[in-house]
């Protein structure tokens, strides 16, 4: 059953790098960069890259929020022997 398995991913293998490069392709990379569907493929990305970087912004601006209220809620609960001098 091993040697099956193995044998059919080799063939799988073999035959994905004797494929023609036309089917590895697909229509916007094979085609023209400056065509109207390679343009909508930069938008695409760029929308997206936007989308993930406001995401990542605001989950670190959630822990910078939850790192400054520990902060201050630990500061103010400080008994008064042991709160720092302001001299």
Request: proline share 3%; aromatic share 6%.
């Amino acid at each position: 059953m091993r040697l099956v398995k193995r044998l059919a991913l080799i063939l799988i293998a073999l035959l994905a790098f004797l494929a023609p490069q036309e089917l590895l392709a697909c229509a916007v990379c094979f085609g023209d960069k400056n065509s109207q569907m390679g343009k909508a493929a930069d938008a695409g990305v760029l929308t997206l890259l936007l989308v993930i970087m406001a995401v990542l912004a605001a989950i670190a601006s959630f822990f910078i929020y939850i790192v400054r209220r520990t902060a201050r809620l630990e500061q103010q609960n400080l008994p008064d022997s042991i709160a720092p001098s302001s001299q």
